[in-house]
């Protein structure tokens, strides 16, 4: 996969996971094991784009 490739589909992950917390922050709270499993992994998914950002 190109980079520009990656890097779309990067910011498209992170906006459906940022999505998907959301809802699950207004469905469940956002203590809920759900919610924080998704902001973990939003948090994962920023770091990559921070990661390859820096290196680029």
Same mark, same amino acid.
């Given at each position: 996969? $190109?980079?520009? @490739?990656?890097? %779309? #589909?990067?910011?498209?992950?992170?906006? $459906?996971?940022? @999505?998907?917390? %959301? #809802?699950?922050?207004?469905?469940?709270?956002?203590?809920?094991?759900?919610? %924080?499993?998704?902001?973990?992994?939003?948090?994962?998914?920023?770091?990559?784009?921070?990661?390859?950002?820096?290196?680029?």
């Amino acid at each position: 996969m $190109s980079k520009v @490739k990656y890097s %779309i #589909q990067l910011l498209e992950d992170i906006e $459906s996971t940022r @999505k998907s917390m %959301i #809802q699950a922050g207004a469905a469940f709270g956002l203590t809920h094991f759900e919610t %924080i499993k998704l902001s973990q992994h939003l948090d994962q998914l920023l770091n990559k784009l921070d990661n390859e950002r820096t290196f680029q």
